[in-house]
């Protein structure tokens, strides 16, 4: 749903004396100030929270693929790591 439909029904719920035309409901003509301050707050609260929670999700799952790389690159140098090592290294038998 659209954010100002969403914020137009909350504003809506604080109200304390609508008007009347065509025997239908109207505009408001008088709000509750402490339902209305509740409402608007509670739902920006309530969409901050989500908010936090959808970016504190995507970090915590891209830092364990981060590791997961990392990790998989450091398997993958190890091999080249000894090889190279073990070319380096002298045996006691060697003469040079």
Not at 86 to 91: H, M, T
Request: proline share 4%; net charge positive.
């Amino acid at each position: 749903m659209p954010g100002p439909v969403l914020y137009g029904s909350a504003i809506d719920t604080a109200c304390l004396l609508w008007e009347r035309r065509c025997e239908r409901r109207a505009a408001c003509r008088y709000y509750d100030n402490t339902r209305f301050r509740q409402r608007y707050l509670g739902l920006q609260l309530f969409f901050e929270v989500g908010a936090f929670l959808c970016f504190g999700a995507v970090y915590v799952i891209l830092g364990r693929q981060e590791r997961e790389a990392s990790q998989a690159r450091e398997t993958k140098a190890e091999p080249e790591k000894e090889k190279l090592a073990g070319n380096s290294v002298k045996s006691p038998e060697s003469k040079v």
